[in-house]
T-cell receptor
């Protein structure tokens, strides 16, 4: 599975847009990019997934350049409740086993 | 909507004791994953099951065993507990081939 690199921490203020970039230089052709969010002492929660270009849902947007060696999770107008650890995961899905390999996530701290 | 259920939510054991953690997946989900998250660490994949058969295995100690039953619930059995086993244990479920895993609230195991 491709190794990912993302910032250990980021700070933001309420109402700002936050962009968290993840590097995955060794991404394979059939790999997808998935982001999970984890609040303290809670299980991770799926946020968004993409393969290329741009994906948007009600929570976030995911931007993936043409070479797919990096991706950016964009959180619009963050609030205090968005303070959490965000994990970028890369892997191929569709088989009988889709274990998630978590690297070091990004701790986003949103301040008032 | 129904979520993944884990029991117990908290468990305190002494060294060398045994523990059994239970996981009830979302209805109609056929795949169960177990993850361990130590204090200040990222979740680590332990083991997964699909249709009651082990489908993948991660860094699970030999002292641990798990199974999935006919009703798809899963149990993680831990023996000869060590202090280092103190962690949050998450169960996640999904439909086979799905790229989204739904995590339970976790069981916090404390070994004294």
């Amino acid at each position: 599975l491709a190794k990912t690199t993302q910032p250990i921490s980021m700070d933001s203020y309420e109402g700002q847009e936050v962009n968290i970039t993840c590097s995955h230089n060794n991404i394979a052709t059939n790999d997808y990019i998935t982001w999970y969010q984890q609040f303290p002492s809670q299980g991770p929660r799926f946020i968004i997934q993409g393969y290329k270009t741009k994906v948007t849902n009600e929570v976030a947007s995911l931007f993936i350049p043409a070479d797919r060696k990096s991706s950016t999770l964009s959180l619009p107008r963050v609030s205090l409740s968005d303070t959490a650890v965000y994990y970028c995961l890369v892997g191929a899905y569709g088989g009988a086993t889709n274990k998630l390999i978590f690297g070091t996530g990004t701790l986003l701290a949103v301040q008032p | 909507a129904a979520g993944v259920i884990q029991s117990p939510r908290h468990l305190i054991k002494e060294k060398r004791e045994t523990a059994t953690l239970k996981c009830y997946p979302i209805p109609r989900h056929d795949t169960v994953y177990w993850y361990q998250q130590g204090p200040g660490q990222d979740p680590q994949f332990l083991i997964s099951f699909y249709e009651k058969m082990q489908s993948d295995k991660g860094s699970i100690p030999d002292r641990f065993s798990a199974q999935q039953f006919s009703d798809y619930h899963s149990e993680l059995n831990m023996s000869s507990l060590e202090l280092g086993d103190s962690a949050l244990y998450f169960c996640a479920s999904s439909l086979v081939g799905s790229d989204t895993q739904y995590f339970g609230p976790g069981t916090r195991l404390t070994v004294l």
